[in-house]
């Protein structure tokens, strides 16, 4: 190949292409020449977030970040989505996450929930701050230092000492132990031969018999009382239908109507009664019929005595001269 001035010219401008597509592929691809939706959202600390990383909705790339500037004490992230087929809520959440300790930083923007769809470039979606990274590795650190610590406690220590330990106490807890053991022996073996009241309990059906009667008994007094108040809830029901004697005294307007009435002709006679109206009232408030009969029985009483004066013949012959 000729070393020539169209030659030298061509290989630059291959070398100009093939870098300037590194580039693009490392701020953001062709996405950059594509139209998108610009969507805002501002954090605390990006977390060494950079212009072109990635935008992802449930894993999957939707977008890239455009810019990172501050605004006010916040710092402003704008994302440009590039997927259509990705639905941005009001509500929708972005959150910075990384790929593994060491992967690449991408934005994560969620479903949202109830909010409205963004159709226009520049409104904000909410945010939350990352877990900041280098805090995470102090923490991590100090578990590893208290670990450390704690392994090196373990190095005074003569675990022949500790197994001499353990060991003695195994033989002292033996001998109080085995009494217990062979009491415990004892019993169950009374217990299996049928012997005492916790044999007769655990071998024989006499108590079983007992309690699945009471329990029988029981679930029969309940159908009883289930019964009692289903026909109760019968009987409320038909007398708040107003049927029967009982429904219709009490759902009936008639029958209240007639005993307003009779308690107002009740009324109206006890009024005519206490004025002295008629003859109940009169009888009730005229003093004159209680004096006239006073006087009628003080002259049958002088009456009797007279006749108890006169004798016999002289009664009957006064009794009998008026039929003559």
């Known amino acids: 190949m000729k070393n020539t001035l169209e030659t030298r010219l061509g290989v630059f401008v291959a070398l100009a292409v093939i870098a300037a597509a590194i580039i693009l592929q490392l701020v953001g691809g062709t996405e950059l020449f594509r139209r998108g939706l610009l969507v805002e959202a501002r954090f605390g600390n990006v977390q060494d977030l950079k212009v072109g990383d990635p935008v992802k909705m449930a894993g999957k790339q939707i977008g890239r970040v455009r810019e990172i500037r501050f605004d006010n004490d916040r710092v402003l992230v704008e994302m440009k989505i590039a997927d259509p087929s990705a639905h941005i809520r009001t509500d929708s959440q972005a959150t910075i996450k990384f790929s593994g300790l060491l992967g690449q930083n991408f934005v994560s923007v969620d479903f949202g929930a109830k909010g409205e769809?963004?159709?226009?470039?520049?409104?904000?979606?909410?945010?939350?701050?990352?877990?900041?990274?280098?805090?995470?590795?102090?923490?991590?650190?100090?578990?590893?230092?208290?670990?450390?610590?704690?392994?090196?406690?373990?190095s005074d220590?003569?675990?022949?000492?500790?197994?001499?330990?353990?060991?003695?106490?195994i033989k002292d807890a033996r001998r109080q132990v085995l009494p217990i053991l062979t009491n415990v022996n004892a019993v169950s073996t009374l217990i299996a031969s049928d012997q005492g009241t916790i044999g007769h309990l655990v071998n024989q059906d006499a108590l079983y018999n007992s309690a699945l009667s009471t329990v029988t008994n029981l679930n029969s007094t309940a159908e009883d009382v289930r019964e009692v108040v289903k026909q109760a809830k019968e009987i409320v029901a038909y007398v708040g239908a107003g049927q029967g004697t009982i429904g219709a005294l009490i759902r009936d307007k008639t029958l209240h109507t007639e005993v307003t009435a009779a308690a107002t002709s009740l009324r109206e006679i006890l009024e005519k009664v206490n004025r002295g109206d008629g003859s109940v009232g009169k009888?009730?408030?005229?003093?004159?019929?209680?004096?006239?009969?006073?006087?009628?029985?003080?002259?049958?009483?002088?009456?009797?005595?007279?006749?108890?004066d006169q004798g016999p013949l002289t009664i009957l012959g006064i009794l009998v001269n008026p039929l003559f």
């Open 117 to 154: 769809l963004i159709t226009t470039d520049g409104q904000a979606i909410r945010s939350t701050d990352p877990q900041d990274l280098s805090q995470l590795l102090s923490k991590i650190d100090g578990v590893a230092g208290d670990l450390k610590k704690i392994t090196g406690n373990f």
């Open 157 to 169: 220590v003569h675990f022949d000492d500790i197994i001499l330990v353990v060991n003695d106490f």
């Open 283 to 308: 009888l009730v408030n005229d003093d004159a019929l209680i004096n006239n009969a006073k006087l009628t029985l003080q002259k049958l009483d002088k009456a009797t005595e007279t006749l108890e």
